[in-house]
């Protein structure tokens, strides 16, 4: 397989779609030497006009029209599964020897059929889940690996919106290293007599099973407004990873990413002789309690939304499309490293067949409360019995 960049030159990339391509627009504006953006390919509407106009770059209706000097693609159109041409698209664009960057999701055949395509004209093909690559699931992903280094795994709790789950799921096997063994079992419905106690919608379905062999409990809020499908989760992802010494949690998407040292209580505690006028120093040989019961691992602040849209999410693009650069440079099988992601696929297609359609619910916009907000309630409150 070769690569065209033996000069050293940047890897000329368009994008396809303005919709979320947006984000990938905007990460690719960035003057890096590994890359270059050299267009837009769309299909011509007055969004796709602007967003060339604004990046200065050419808009391009159809892969034929596409100059010879174009190395790459990003994919960011939606595939079949969402009523979409995006394996489609991908599979006109590796035939034309580009390598491509698609995001996620994508249905299991089409994945196999966009690996099979980028086989066959040796070029690379990776399928992005995208959040995998930001910064504060970075800092996440890099202490697990620490900290499975350390202890083994005894178990995951995990959380996420409908819309996240594959990205979700990617975080897992990530943080992980793997995904096989897995099994899930169906969610168990409420009682009736349990349900009757709410006039309120039951957001979260659970799902219980194994995952790299480790146990798993996964919640999904299965919940979409159809109006506007991509807005409205409780949460995008949550996570922690429990091991004998404590437990590793990304709070958020967007961080922060918390230790916390599992409880071990003094054995003085439920000993007669332990009376109150020795309670002073009966823990004094025991050094662990002086570890803090928690604390974070790098910033404690999560960025604004407005930080997450303009910076967050772009530098995650560019670091997808760096790693798509090094796949290509090392001459990567697209087939061997997208077996991964076929795993994925099958995973997070049982997934999506156990909890069953997502149910339909029409949302008002929510209004966010700031922590400075919460905090001035809890100040309030911080006197008062419930």
């Known amino acids: 397989m070769t690569t065209g960049w033996s000069d050293g030159r940047p890897m000329r990339v368009v994008v396809c779609g303005t919709k979320f391509g947006q984000v990938y627009l905007e990460g690719l504006a960035a003057p890096d030497p590994a890359y270059e953006l050299a267009g837009v390919l769309a299909r011509g509407s007055e969004r796709s006009r602007a967003c060339a106009r604004h990046y200065g770059v050419p808009l391009f209706t159809s892969v034929e029209?596409?100059?010879?000097?174009?190395?790459?693609a990003c994919v960011v159109v939606r595939g079949g599964l969402l009523g979409?041409?995006?394996?489609?698209?991908?599979?006109?664009l590796l035939a034309r020897g580009l390598h491509v960057l698609q995001e996620h999701p994508l249905h299991h055949d089409e994945l196999a059929a966009c690996l099979r395509t980028a086989r066959r004209h040796r070029v690379v093909y990776r399928l992005n889940s995208f959040y995998v690559h930001t910064a504060p699931v970075r800092r996440?992903?890099?202490?697990?690996?620490?900290l499975l280094?350390?202890?083994?795994?005894?178990?995951?709790?995990?959380?996420?919106?409908f819309q996240v789950a594959y990205a979700l799921l990617d975080i897992l096997g990530a943080a992980l290293g793997r995904l096989r063994p897995w099994g899930l079992a169906g969610p168990a419905p409420l009682p009736p007599e349990v349900s009757a106690l709410t006039g309120l919608r039951v957001p979260f379905r659970?799902?219980?099973?194994?995952?790299?062999g480790i146990p798993l409990t996964l919640r999904v809020q299965n919940q979409l407004d159809p109006a506007d499908p991509d807005n409205y989760a409780h949460l995008l992802h949550r996570v922690t990873l429990g091991t004998e010494g404590g437990s590793l949690t990304l709070v958020g998407t967007?961080?922060?990413?918390?230790?916390s040292p599992r409880p071990d209580f003094p054995r003085d505690v439920r000993d007669e002789a332990a009376a109150a006028p020795h309670y002073d120093r009966a823990y004094a040989g025991d050094d662990h309690l002086d570890v803090p019961s928690?604390?974070?691992?790098?910033t404690a602040d999560a960025p604004s939304y407005r930080q997450v849209?303009?910076?967050?999410?772009?530098a995650g693009v560019r670091q997808a499309v760096v790693e798509l650069r090094r796949a290509a440079e090392a001459g990567e099988d697209p087939l061997a490293a997208g077996q991964y992601h076929l795993t994925l696929c099958r995973l997070w297609q049982d997934v999506t067949a156990r909890l069953g359609p997502p149910e339909l619910v029409s949302e008002a916009p929510p209004r966010p409360l700031s922590p400075a907000e919460v905090g001035a309630v809890a100040s309030a409150g911080a006197g008062a019995v419930p």
């Open 65 to 72: 029209q596409l100059p010879a000097d174009v190395d790459a």
């Open 84 to 92: 979409g041409p995006g394996a489609d698209l991908a599979q006109a």
């Open 140 to 146: 996440f992903l890099g202490a697990a690996r620490e």
């Open 149 to 161: 280094r350390r202890q083994p795994a005894l178990y995951v709790d995990a959380a996420c919106g």
């Open 206 to 212: 659970s799902l219980d099973g194994v995952l790299a």
């Open 254 to 259: 967007h961080g922060p990413v918390v230790w």
């Open 294 to 298: 928690g604390g974070v691992l790098g």
């Open 309 to 314: 849209f303009r910076s967050v999410w772009p």
